[in-house]
Structure formats: C-alpha cells, structure tokens
C-alpha cells in the first residue's frame, strides 16, 4: 500500500494484504486490530495518527453507514425492540466560535465518520445525523440477540475513538442509550431530507440521558441494563426525574467492561437445575473416564439458542468437582470473529494472572512463569509472547509469516501437551460458531493430536454451524433436543421454589415455550414478578402492545433475531400465521396472504428458521404478531375474509369449518375490530365469525373490550 510506504512502514504492506486491508477500511480499524494483526505498540500509534489525519482531510460529508443490509423501502413501518444510542459532541458551540467554518466542517466530518466507522462495526445503523448529535439504532434494520450489549460496547469504543482523533482540539462526546418497543421504518420526507422514521418513548429517553452523561461518559436506561446481565461494571445513578416522562426513570453509568469473560455466567443463572439431561451427562462422564485413561476424547455438543449447551458443561464441572484435574476454558466471540487467536490469548491472560495495573513488563514476567514448564526451547516463549503483545524478540528470529505462524501453533499444542501430563485435562471450547479462522486451524490440530493425551475436549456450536470434527473416532456428536412436557413442569416447579402454581400456569407455559430451557426460565420467571397483577400469566403472555405486558425484553431480542434471519417471504408468512393462530390449514393463509410465493414463503419459514409453517414457539409467534400489528387493518380485512364467516356473503352463505389453533394468546389489548367498519363485507363477516374468534382467542364472548362494535344495519343486504 503507498500510504504504508509513506509511513516508512512497507513490510506491513504483505500482513494488510493477507488480513483484507485497503484504503476503505482504514477509517474503522483501532489498536486492537492492528495488535491482532502483529503489530508492534509504538507503530500502532504511528499508523492511528495517520488514519486520524485521513479522515479529518476528507472533504466530503459521510453518509448514514449501516451495517449489512440497509432497509428496503416498505409501506408501512414495523413493531421492535430496537436499543437507541444518541451521541453528542461535547463543547460544538465553543468550537463553532474558534474555528473557522471550513475548519469546523472538517472537524465535524471526522467525528461524524468516527462514530459511523465505529458503530458499523457494531452492526449498528446511523439513523441521522443532527448537527453535533449522531442517532443510532441497534435492532433496526438487522435484530441480533445481543443488541443492547452492541450499543453499550459500541459506546465506549466511540468514546475512545473520537479521543484518540488527530485534530487542532481533543474532541470529547456524552453518550444515552435505551431500549424498548418502537414503530420504525416510515420514510419520512423527500430527497436528502428522506429518512427512516421511528416512533415511541426510546429515542426520547436516549436523548434525555444523554444531557445528563458527563463528558467521556456513557448513561444506559434500566430496560437496556436489564439486558446485560453482568458484561459490564455499571454504577447506579438512582430515580431521576427526567422531563417528558410521568415516573422517575433508574439509570445507570458504564464505567468498564466486567472481568466476566462467560456470556453463559454473565446472562444466565446457574440456579436452574440440570433437568432432562441424564443421558446426555451420563456420556460426557463416560468420555470422561475414557480421557483420564489417556484415551483423548471430544464431544461435539450442538444445539439452538438456549438449549442448554453451557447449562451442560456447567453441570459436568460440578459433578467432577472432587477430581483433581485441570480445567481450560475458551470462549469465542461474535465481536472477534475477525482477531486471530482470540479465544486462546484471553485464556492466556487468565491464567498468567494478568490485572489491569500490570506492567508490560510485569506481565511478561507473569507469562514466563506459566510457560517455562511446557515450553520447548526460548521461541516457544518468544512468539506466545508476541501474540500477547508483550515485550518480545521474535524479530531476531528472521521468520516468514507462515513459518511463524505454524511454530506459533506448535507452541501453544505443546503447552496442553505439558498440562496433560501432569493431570487429566478438561477443555471446553464455548460458541465455536464464532470461532476465527486461526482459532479454526489450530482446533484441528488440536483434535488430531488429543486422541494420545488424557484430555477431554468439549465444544459447543449452534445447530447451523457444521465443523468437519465429526466422524473420528474418538469424536462423539451430541445434539441436543427439546425437553418433553414432564420435564419442562419439573424445571418450572424448581425455580418457582416455594410461589403457588396452579395447573393453567403449568400448561401455559409448557405450551408457550416449547421445551426451550432459556424460554422456560424467562417466562417463568416474568410471570412470578407480576405478583401485583390478577391474572400473571395473561400479563405476559398477551400479544398487548403495552411495554409492561410484551414478552421478556431478554426473549424479544432474540426473537426478533431469529425472525429477521428467515427474511422475505419466510419472515411475512410468519406474521400473518402470528394473526391467525398456532395451527392453521393451507386453505386459511392461501387466501389471507395474497401472495404467489406462498410455497417458497412456507418452505423458508420452515427450512431457515427450524419451525413449522409458522414461529412454533408462541413466544416468537407473539413478537411476529408485533411486529406486523402496525399494519393496521389492511391484514385483519383478509383474516375476516378467510374465516368461516367470511364464506357468507349478504345472501346469509354460511361458511366451511377449519382447523381451529390448539393455542392462541390469552388476550389481544387492542380490538382488530376497531378499524374494520368502512368495509360492510368485512362487517357482516366479522358479525358471523365472532363465534370462532372468541375459541381462537380463548376471550369470553361478553368481554366488551373484544366484542365487535354494533352498527346499525350491518346485515343489511
């Protein structure tokens, strides 16, 4: 690269061709990528001072950067949980007025391209920009499951690198986020006026805590902390009283990432009990036993979000307690899929001891220590430590990328070679769906060289991810399944510990979560909060629009996720068959759905998200029906239409029977009626389909909440 060349740096030139590197994605790049990469501390700073000086040079505006798909243009918006990050510049008045308005421009524009580098990395969408202010959203247009810790890592990250611009004045930015349930994706105005609308009280908020953030700090909502879990150090603010809302809001300040490296010990409690697993344990203490034989073993556990993968390593630990042997843990990461080696270096650093106040070269001195047992010879330690960034010589060692990059992996095998000899080695692999390619590369080794050490290995992956570690034989494929109906009662029963249950909540929540751990403790746990309220489970379970009575903010994420993955057709399908119930024939959505595609839209549905012809799982089936109840009554004209009553026309026709749901929700808040009146077909076929409603809906007839508004002569012909 000639900027390379400028620098006086060119033998990077090969090591940014390798990983992908241009001129384009110069902007986005920080010190921790160039570490990644091999380069040396003082360098990193040389080459981020001129990024720096890059962006602020460029003359023209930055666009709104996405990442991903940008949306398409709809016609109407959708229902979400989306998490809102507002960034402000701290001081742009006082610089409008030292600056000259080129000058100033220029100083805008490399912070407007900062913060949009940075949060795309994020997979965060730069909504609008206000001036000194930047508006993103996380969840809109791409759900992920982990959207709200995005926003919070993307806001420190922002913090960091728009101190770090090269520039006449340090800048400093304040950072609100909050989340919740909004209606986004109207375009509103024309032109370069023309922009993605969003409706609803997040955006306020996150600009309300915004104003009250101090300079390099960041201020988080409560419903965005209730999302974290325990990533992150957060200090509690307290109640204030922010303008434009009737209650006191809690809020919080981030202050660091936590020292949790377990997305599993981070989210989820450890207090729910290994239920419906007993095979499934009984071979991990098999394999085992096999392993502390000096037979090497792996065990490939596989499985769908909250299924209960870690709950099951979790639980082999426990059962192994009193053994003395030595435990190595490895996590991935969906933010370092791109860093080489990342889940090895940070077990490295835990097990050097490494703290936040150590000295390079106190940590080298940590490092030595751990390695010197296994190490074969001072170049072992020499490339570890270079991975590590710490003080090195792996320049005196006049190597190829490739040939050190192969001694590096021998290095680190010949470090479990040495722990194996001493004690029986288990070593759990965590989301090897996240795993980068190096990190790839060295598992294979790793699996070839274990069957001759007393090591069990035990990865975890998601159901899509498909390894070719199968089909050896010391590799043993454990998938894991649903739990049965028994099951699911026991497991609802142990965490509601000593809180009354009657049967109706049992079979709720046995029906509504499917046999999914994950969805089984959230419920369950939701509904015993609404201590306060009559009936919990219709709280919690209804498809209300009301923030209060939705689906768990930790579900509805991840919900949202597995709905945007199917995408298209797949994704439309599932919400109309959110409208119409559990189960449904072909005959019922045919109609309703309008749509050529139908066949592929099914298979999609089916194929892609791992469901039936619609979200199976009814939480997911409620976030579906949120997310198109923005739809108005459009959808409810062709769900009238297609319902026996619908069959009937002004001659008193009357209609075919049809495949009832087995399950519904408990309660719709709002009246799909309401809005239905300007079509008198559609008024006498809700008339005369009131009857199979009120089954569907499980809704007593009388409640007038739900009961069709009367009209005068709506059965007239």
Same mark, same amino acid.
């Given at each position: 690269?000639?900027?390379?060349?400028?620098?006086?740096?060119?033998?990077?030139?090969?090591?940014?061709?390798?990983?992908?590197?241009?001129?384009?994605?110069?902007?986005? /790049?920080?010190?921790?990528?160039?570490?990644?990469?091999?380069?040396?501390?003082?360098?990193? #700073?040389?080459?981020?001072?001129?990024? *720096?000086?890059?962006?602020?040079?460029?003359?023209?505006?930055?666009?709104?950067?996405?990442?991903?798909?940008?949306?398409?243009?709809?016609?109407?918006?959708?229902?979400?949980?989306?998490?809102?990050?507002?960034?402000?510049?701290?001081?742009?008045?006082?610089?409008?007025?030292?600056?000259?308005?080129?000058? /100033?421009?220029?100083?805008?524009?490399?912070?407007?391209?900062?913060?949009? *580098?940075?949060?795309?990395?994020?997979?965060?969408?730069?909504?609008?920009?206000?001036? =000194?202010?930047?508006?993103?959203?996380?969840?809109?247009?791409?759900?992920?499951? =982990?959207?709200?810790?995005?926003?919070?890592?993307?806001?420190?990250?922002?913090?960091?690198?728009?101190?770090?611009?090269?520039?006449?004045?340090?800048?400093?930015? #304040?950072?609100?986020?909050?989340?919740?349930?909004?209606?986004?994706?109207?375009?509103?105005?024309?032109?370069?006026?023309?922009?993605?609308?969003?409706?609803?009280?997040?955006?306020?908020?996150?600009?309300?805590?915004?104003?009250?953030?101090?300079?390099?700090?960041?201020?988080?909502?409560?419903?965005?902390?209730?999302?974290?879990?325990?990533?992150?150090?957060?200090?509690?603010?307290?109640?204030?009283?922010?303008?434009?809302?009737?209650?006191?809001?809690?809020?919080?300040?981030?202050?660091?990432?936590?020292?949790?490296?377990?997305?599993?010990?981070?989210?989820?409690?450890?207090?729910?009990?290994?239920?419906?697993?007993?095979?499934?344990?009984?071979?991990?203490?098999?394999?085992?036993?096999?392993?502390?034989?000096?037979?090497?073993?792996?065990?490939?556990?596989?499985?769908?979000?909250?299924?209960?993968?870690?709950?099951?390593?979790?639980? !082999?630990?426990?059962?192994?307690? *009193?053994?003395?042997?030595?435990?190595?843990?490895?996590?991935?990461?969906?933010?370092?899929?791109?860093?080489?080696?990342?889940?090895?270096?940070?077990?490295?650093?835990?097990?050097?001891?490494?703290?936040?106040?150590?000295?390079?070269?106190?940590?080298?001195?940590?490092?030595?220590?751990?390695?010197?047992?296994?190490?074969?010879?001072?170049?072992?330690?020499?490339?570890?430590?270079?991975?590590?960034?710490?003080?090195?010589?792996?320049?005196?060692?006049?190597?190829?990328?490739?040939?050190?990059?192969? !001694?590096?992996?021998?290095? !680190?095998?010949? +470090?479990?070679?040495?722990?194996? #000899?001493?004690?029986?080695? /288990?070593?759990?692999?965590? =989301?090897?769906?996240?795993?980068?390619?190096?990190?790839?590369?060295?598992?294979?080794?790793?699996?070839?060289?274990?069957?001759?050490?007393?090591?069990?290995?035990?990865?975890?992956?998601?159901?899509?991810?498909?390894?070719?570690?199968?089909?050896?034989?010391?590799? @043993?494929?454990?998938?894991?399944?649903? !739990?049965?109906?028994?099951?699911?009662?026991?497991?609802?029963?142990?965490?509601?510990?000593?809180?009354?249950?009657?049967?109706?909540?049992?079979?709720?929540?046995?029906?509504?979560? &499917?046999?999914?751990?994950?969805?089984?403790?959230?419920?369950?746990?939701?509904?015993?909060?609404?201590?306060?309220?009559?009936?919990?489970?219709?709280?919690?379970?209804?498809?209300?629009?009301?923030?209060?009575?939705?689906?768990?903010?930790?579900?509805?994420?991840?919900?949202?996720?597995?709905? &945007?993955?199917?995408?298209? $057709?797949?994704?439309?399908?599932?919400?109309?068959?959110?409208?119409?119930?559990?189960?449904?024939?072909?005959?019922?959505? &045919?109609?309703?759905?309008?749509?050529?595609?139908? &066949?592929?839209?099914?298979?999609?549905?089916?194929?892609?998200?791992?469901?039936?012809?619609?979200?199976?799982?009814?939480?997911?089936?409620?976030?579906?029906?949120?997310?198109?109840?923005? $739809?108005?009554?459009?959808?409810?004209?062709?769900?009238?239409?297609?319902?026996?009553?619908?069959?009937?026309?002004?001659?008193?026709?009357?209609?075919?029977?049809?495949?009832?749901?087995?399950?519904?929700? @408990?309660?719709?808040?709002?009246?799909?009626?309401?809005?239905?009146?300007?079509?008198? @077909?559609?008024?006498?076929?809700?008339? +005369?389909?009131?009857?199979?409603?009120?089954?569907?809906?499980?809704?007593?007839?009388?409640?007038?909440?739900?009961?069709?508004?009367?009209?005068?002569?709506?059965?007239?012909?």
């Amino acid at each position: 690269m000639d900027w390379l060349e400028q620098l006086g740096m060119s033998e990077y030139a090969r090591c940014f061709a390798e990983n992908k590197i241009d001129v384009s994605v110069l902007s986005y /790049l920080t010190d921790q990528d160039l570490k990644d990469i091999g380069v040396p501390l003082g360098y990193r #700073r040389k080459m981020l001072a001129a990024i *720096g000086r890059l962006a602020s040079a460029a003359p023209a505006a930055p666009e709104p950067l996405t990442a991903g798909t940008e949306p398409k243009a709809q016609e109407s918006a959708e229902r979400r949980q989306v998490t809102v990050m507002f960034c402000d510049l701290v001081g742009s008045t006082a610089l409008a007025s030292r600056f000259d308005p080129e000058d /100033l421009r220029k100083v805008i524009t490399a912070y407007h391209r900062c913060v949009a *580098g940075t949060v795309a990395r994020f997979d965060g969408f730069v909504a609008k920009y206000m001036g =000194d202010g930047v508006l993103v959203y996380f969840g809109y247009p791409q759900a992920h499951e =982990d959207d709200a810790e995005r926003a919070i890592r993307a806001g420190l990250t922002v913090i960091e690198a728009v101190g770090r611009l090269d520039l006449p004045e340090r800048l400093s930015v #304040r950072l609100g986020i909050a989340s919740g349930l909004v209606v986004v994706g109207d375009l509103i105005g024309v032109g370069e006026a023309q922009e993605r609308g969003i409706v609803g009280e997040t955006p306020n908020l996150a600009a309300r805590l915004q104003g009250l953030a101090e300079p390099g700090r960041l201020i988080i909502a409560e419903n965005t902390r209730q999302q974290l879990g325990a990533l992150f150090d957060l200090e509690d603010l307290g109640l204030r009283t922010i303008a434009g809302f009737a209650e006191p809001q809690r809020i919080w300040r981030v202050l660091a990432e936590s020292g949790l490296i377990s997305r599993f010990e981070a989210l989820r409690s450890q207090a729910a009990p290994l239920i419906g697993r007993d095979e499934e344990m009984d071979l991990l203490l098999r394999r085992w036993a096999q392993a502390k034989a000096g037979e090497g073993r792996v065990v490939l556990v596989s499985g769908e979000p909250g299924i209960g993968k870690s709950r099951l390593t979790a639980a !082999l630990v426990e059962s192994i307690a *009193g053994e003395r042997y030595t435990r190595l843990r490895y996590f991935c990461s969906p933010f370092h899929q791109d860093s080489a080696l990342h889940p090895f270096i940070l077990q490295l650093e835990r097990a050097a001891g490494f703290v936040r106040d150590d000295t390079a070269e106190q940590k080298r001195t940590k490092l030595d220590a751990l390695l010197s047992p296994g190490a074969q010879g001072s170049d072992d330690m020499t490339l570890i430590a270079e991975l590590l960034s710490l003080p090195n010589a792996a320049a005196d060692l006049n190597l190829s990328a490739q040939r050190k990059r192969e !001694l590096l992996l021998e290095a !680190l095998l010949h +470090q479990l070679d040495a722990v194996a #000899r001493s004690h029986p080695v /288990l070593m759990v692999f965590e =989301d090897a769906h996240w795993i980068d390619p190096t990190s790839r590369e060295l598992m294979d080794l790793t699996i070839d060289r274990l069957r001759r050490m007393s090591v069990l290995l035990v990865i975890t992956f998601r159901s899509e991810f498909q390894p070719a570690w199968g089909g050896q034989p010391h590799v @043993t494929t454990l998938a894991l399944n649903r !739990l049965g109906a028994r099951d699911v009662a026991a497991l609802i029963h142990s965490l509601a510990g000593n809180a009354p249950l009657g049967t109706e909540f049992i079979e709720e929540i046995v029906d509504r979560t &499917d046999g999914v751990p994950l969805f089984i403790e959230e419920l369950t746990k939701a509904v015993l909060e609404r201590a306060d309220q009559a009936d919990r489970v219709a709280a919690v379970l209804s498809v209300s629009p009301q923030p209060a009575l939705a689906v768990p903010s930790t579900l509805h994420a991840s919900l949202t996720a597995r709905l &945007d993955r199917i995408g298209g $057709a797949a994704k439309e399908v599932a919400q109309i068959g959110a409208v119409l119930g559990r189960e449904f024939s072909y005959e019922l959505i &045919d109609p309703v759905a309008q749509r050529n595609e139908l &066949d592929a839209g099914l298979t999609g549905t089916t194929d892609r998200c791992g469901l039936t012809v619609l979200p199976r799982q009814s939480a997911t089936r409620l976030v579906s029906f949120q997310a198109c109840a923005c $739809a108005g009554c459009g959808l409810w004209h062709p769900v009238a239409r297609a319902t026996p009553g619908a069959a009937c026309s002004r001659r008193g026709r009357s209609g075919a029977a049809f495949r009832r749901p087995r399950r519904a929700p @408990t309660r719709i808040a709002c009246s799909p009626f309401d809005g239905c009146g300007r079509d008198r @077909t559609c008024r006498g076929a809700m008339a +005369q389909s009131w009857p199979v409603c009120c089954h569907t809906l499980r809704t007593p007839r009388s409640d007038p909440a739900f009961r069709p508004r009367p009209r005068p002569n709506q059965h007239d012909a």
